[in-house]
Structures are given as C-alpha cells and as structure tokens.
C-alpha cells in the first residue's frame, strides 16, 4: 500500500486489521511507534508519521510500543513473518478451529509461536485462547438450546465439548441452570427441520445491491435468488468431517440483523457455516468509515458492501470463467461446470441441485474434460493448475492469508493475470484494498481508458478501494435521470 499519509490516518482510526503490518504510525508527541490496530486513544493528526516498517520508525527515533507490540505484526522479524492479529485467532476460534485442535496448533496457523500467540491473545481480550474459545461454546450452546429443537446431546456436541457430563457442568457452573431447564423454560421453534439464527450488523446496509450482485453471479443449481432472498448449497471441512447442506439468507424486519436458514444436517459444523455467512454477506464493515474514505462515491448507496466468497476455490473458478466474457456468460460456464463436476444433493428448492465441486475433484480431471463444456483449453488448463495448488496447499483462498504472497503464487498460475488476481483478492481473500484496475466496468464508470491512469486515480479512495469498486459498478446499473 503507498504511504499515503491521509489514507494511512483513515486506516488507523478504523482500527480495521487488515492493514496491520502494512504500515507503523510514529507518534510525535510520545515518540512511540505502534501498529495500525493499537487500541490507545487514536493520536492527532498532525502528530502522525507513517512508516512502511519498524526498522524505518525505529530508523528515524521512535520506540516500539509496549501494548500493541509491533514485533507481532505480520510480515515483521523471522520467528513472525505470517503472525496474524490476536483477532485474526479470535476468529478461527469462533470458526470452531480449537473445538478440533490445541492452541499450539492454532499458533502454527498463524505462523507465531504459542507463547506469543497467548500473550497477545490476553492483552486483546483479557482472556487466554482457550478461555476465549470456552465463552464461544458456551454462548453457542445457548443460543441452540432457545432456539433450535436439536437434543442436548446433540447441542452439546455441535458446540464443540467432547461429552455430555463436561457440557452440563461447564453450563451449569457458568449460566447457573441445567441445560435441559433452560430447554424447557422457553417456547419452542417454530420449525424443527431448520436451524434459525440472527447475525447483527451495523447500519446502514444496502440490502437490495447486496442480493443483486450475488444473485446476478448466483451459480445455477448451486446458489438461487428467491426474492429478497439468497439461497446457496454448503459443503464444508470440519473436524475432519465432510458436511453438506444448505442456507437462505435474508434481511430481518424489525432489527439491524440478517435471518439465517440453514439445514440441520450442518448441526455439525454451524460455527464455521455462520463464519461464512458474516463474511460473505460483510457483516464487520464499519460503513461509516469507508463511506468518509470514499467521499462522494459512496453518497448514494453508503451501506454497500463487500460479499466475501463463501468458498474461495469457488470464486476463483468464477473468476477464471469470467476472463474476458460477460458477467451473465460466465455465470452459464459456472453452471455446467457445477452440474457436470458437482455432487447432486437433496434440498427444499427445486434451484439447489449440486454442491460445488472441491478442488481435489477437479486436480484429476483432463483438461479435454472441462474444455466439453464449452470452456476454452487454456481456462481449462487453468482451472486444473488452480486446483491442483489449492488441493496440495500451496495456495490457500480464505482470509487471512498473505495477501501479496497469495497474489505473486497466483500470479504464477497459467491463465491467471492482473485482473484476475485482484478480484480474487476481493472476493476470496477479503482484502480491501483490491483493485481490478484493468477491468472494463471501472474504466467505463470512471470514464477512463488508460488502466494506469485509472489505478492512480484510485489512489485517493485507499485502503478500501475495493469498496470503490464495489460502488463503481453500482454506478453503472443506476438508472440514468
């Protein structure tokens, strides 16, 4: 990211941790050097010099900050060069990663040691990992039992405990009342075949854009768009278990909170389904702040958002479809890929038919296979390339990851260029500041023809210019007055 000194500022008042380790603040008036998502009092303005690295802050007189530890931040010394935000575990924890594997584990995930993992975990949040990640399952355990009919065993173990007696101490011991009394204290769901749930999040939110983008891109028999709401078929990897089903998604009425449908068959695996769903749908954008950065662009629709793929390898195939064709093109590609290389599965609506198929499936297939399907040879040898790295973990398409890192393997994909690499980084690795600046329909609404010309105009719009882009091509489906 360039330095640039006000698009450094708006970064640091979000707090938003996708830009730590992307740049250092230097505070004059204290001569302290912190990372973006240090949680003082954010300083003035005019007291703030931005630096590209701690040696560059330390190079020029500053002292490292002893709350928000710059040596923890990604891309920083040797032992910490894929360290990620205590924020980043505590969403791997939500996700349910410690339900399955150790802190050590988790630590190794984020490329740091445990010991550091643990203690910037405690000055976050005040508790260690596994306290954090106990708090989790208890709130899920509840929240099942007041809204779901699924057993309390069942409960428990969706919640991630290893057995019936430890969930009932633990529960009782924390919320003072036996699992099963609070099951018969409240009044029973509606609908027993479906699990229901609430996600919040914070206004305003352009619902209508949200559901179109998705449903003008909507995978034929993998995703639908029934009205107001988005339907998509599930398959996921958790704990070691392979779970398929299916979601629906829409705007609650009476609060700032999104309604989620979602099959019991993924009683099993709800945490890392509603991990998704939060993503997919933005649900932690700040638009207030993005919409500050954005200035006019963002005027007319301030609620828009960001739809983070529910499947990375998903989007990316999208994406590689996508090259060079129509938007309603390459969603027909995407269709006969999924019905032809997909797994049939069993839903309530005659629209969800398959479940996506996983890159292990597609690294075996024959480039004259997919090429079948009306798909040119060279996508075709691009999907299996894609695949192929994916299925191996060379390259792995969620977020979190390093983002350059991520774009350079891709990069070194055949097929894969510029523009497919930045969208990518959109949509799959949840990366804000991506920005396809090749592709057509921001040059036509930005009335340019010269991508580099366009990508230094953008300049003023960092660090969420993928926001930009979001607003861009929203721009272009408005009526004309």
Same mark, same amino acid.
């Not at 099942?144 to 290893?162: K, P, Q, R």
């Not at 352009?206 to 995703?223: H, N, T, Y």
């Given at each position: 990211?360039?330095?640039?000194?006000?698009?450094?500022?708006?970064?640091?008042?979000?707090?938003?941790?996708?830009?730590?380790?992307?740049?250092?603040?230097?505070?004059?008036?204290?001569?302290?050097?912190?990372?973006?998502?240090?949680?003082?009092?954010?300083?003035?303005?005019?007291?703030?010099?931005?630096?590209?690295?701690?040696?560059?802050?330390?190079?020029?007189?500053?002292?490292?900050?002893?709350?928000?530890?710059?040596?923890?931040?990604?891309?920083?010394?040797?032992?910490?060069?894929?360290?990620?935000?205590?924020?980043?575990? #505590?969403?791997?924890?939500?996700?349910?990663?410690?339900? *399955?594997?150790?802190?050590?584990?988790?630590?190794?995930?984020?490329?740091?040691?445990?010991?550091?993992?643990?203690?910037?975990?405690?000055?976050?949040?005040?508790?260690?990992?596994?306290?954090?990640?106990?708090?989790?399952? %208890?709130?899920?355990?509840?929240?099942?039992?007041?809204?779901?009919?699924?057993?309390?065993?069942?409960?428990?173990?969706?919640?991630?405990?290893?057995? =019936?007696?430890?969930?009932?101490?633990?529960?009782?011991?924390?919320?003072?009342?036996?699992?099963?009394?609070?099951?018969?204290?409240?009044?029973?769901?509606?609908?027993?075949?479906?699990?229901?749930?609430?996600?919040?999040?914070?206004?305003?939110?352009?619902?209508?854009?949200?559901?179109?983008?998705?449903?003008?891109?909507?995978?034929?028999?993998?995703?639908?768009?029934?009205?107001?709401?988005? =339907?998509?078929?599930?398959?996921?990897?958790?704990?070691?278990?392979?779970?398929?089903?299916?979601?629906?998604?829409? %705007?609650?009425?009476?609060?700032?909170?999104?309604?989620?449908?979602?099959?019991?068959?993924?009683?099993?695996?709800?945490?890392?389904?509603?991990?998704?769903?939060?993503?997919? =749908?933005?649900?932690?954008?700040?638009?207030?702040?993005?919409?500050?950065?954005?200035?006019?662009?963002?005027?007319?629709?301030?609620?828009?958002?960001?739809?983070?793929?529910?499947?990375?390898?998903?989007?990316?195939?999208?994406?590689?479809?996508?090259?060079?064709?129509?938007?309603? #093109?390459?969603?027909?590609?995407?269709?006969?890929?999924? #019905?032809?290389?997909? *797994?049939?599965?069993?839903?309530?609506?005659?629209?969800?038919?398959?479940?996506?198929?996983?890159?292990?499936?597609?690294?075996?297939?024959?480039?004259?296979?997919?090429?079948?399907?009306?798909?040119?040879?060279?996508?075709?040898?691009?999907?299996?390339?894609?695949?192929?790295?994916?299925?191996?973990?060379?390259?792995?398409?969620?977020?979190?990851?390093?983002?350059?890192?991520?774009?350079?393997?891709?990069?070194?994909?055949?097929?894969?260029?510029?523009?497919?690499?930045?969208?990518?980084?959109?949509? #799959?690795?949840?990366?804000?500041?991506?920005?396809?600046?090749?592709?057509?329909?921001?040059?036509?609404?930005?009335?340019?023809?010269?991508?580099?010309?366009?990508?230094?105009?953008?300049?003023?719009?960092?660090?969420?210019?993928?926001?930009?882009?979001?607003?861009?091509?929203?721009?272009?489906?408005?009526?004309?007055?």
């Amino acid at each position: 990211m360039h330095l640039d000194p006000t698009h450094c500022y708006r970064a640091l008042k979000a707090h938003d941790a996708r830009f730590d380790g992307r740049f250092f603040v230097g505070v004059s008036s204290t001569w302290i050097y912190c990372r973006p998502v240090c949680n003082v009092k954010t300083p003035k303005r005019e007291n703030c010099l931005f630096f590209p690295s701690a040696a560059a802050a330390e190079s020029a007189g500053f002292r490292p900050c002893l709350r928000c530890r710059p040596e923890l931040a990604p891309g920083n010394a040797g032992v910490d060069a894929s360290a990620r935000l205590a924020q980043a575990a #505590a969403g791997l924890i939500e996700d349910g990663l410690l339900n *399955e594997l150790g802190v050590e584990d988790l630590a190794v995930r984020l490329g740091v040691t445990d010991r550091h993992l643990r203690r910037v975990f405690q000055t976050e949040f005040g508790v260690s990992p596994v306290e954090f990640a106990q708090t989790q399952r %208890l709130l899920l355990a509840k929240r099942l039992l007041t809204d779901t009919t699924i057993s309390v065993t069942n409960v428990a173990m969706a919640s991630g405990f290893g057995s =019936l007696r430890r969930f009932n101490t633990l529960f009782k011991g924390r919320y003072r009342i036996n699992p099963s009394d609070l099951r018969k204290a409240v009044d029973r769901p509606r609908n027993a075949d479906v699990l229901e749930f609430q996600l919040g999040y914070r206004s305003p939110f352009d619902w209508p854009a949200l559901i179109s983008f998705l449903g003008k891109r909507a995978i034929q028999g993998v995703e639908h768009l029934e009205g107001k709401r988005y =339907l998509r078929t599930v398959r996921i990897e958790h704990a070691g278990v392979t779970h398929s089903g299916w979601i629906c998604v829409a %705007l609650a009425t009476r609060k700032p909170a999104v309604n989620v449908l979602m099959s019991t068959s993924l009683a099993a695996a709800i945490p890392p389904v509603l991990g998704r769903i939060k993503r997919l =749908l933005d649900l932690a954008c700040d638009p207030s702040e993005i919409s500050a950065a954005l200035g006019p662009l963002a005027a007319h629709s301030p609620g828009l958002r960001v739809p983070v793929a529910f499947d990375g390898f998903e989007t990316a195939v999208r994406a590689i479809l996508g090259q060079q064709i129509t938007v309603k #093109a390459a969603r027909t590609l995407a269709g006969r890929f999924a #019905a032809a290389f997909g *797994e049939p599965i069993e839903t309530p609506s005659e629209a969800l038919r398959f479940v996506f198929p996983p890159p292990q499936r597609i690294a075996l297939l024959g480039p004259s296979q997919i090429a079948s399907l009306g798909i040119i040879s060279s996508r075709a040898n691009a999907l299996i390339a894609l695949a192929r790295a994916v299925a191996d973990g060379d390259i792995r398409l969620e977020p979190g990851v390093d983002v350059e890192a991520t774009m350079k393997a891709l990069r070194a994909l055949p097929g894969i260029g510029e523009w497919t690499a930045q969208y990518i980084a959109m949509r #799959a690795l949840a990366w804000p500041d991506a920005f396809p600046h090749t592709d057509y329909g921001v040059l036509k609404a930005m009335q340019q023809t010269n991508p580099r010309k366009a990508l230094e105009h953008a300049g003023r719009w960092q660090p969420w210019r993928a926001y930009a882009v979001m607003h861009l091509w929203h721009s272009l489906e408005k009526p004309k007055p």
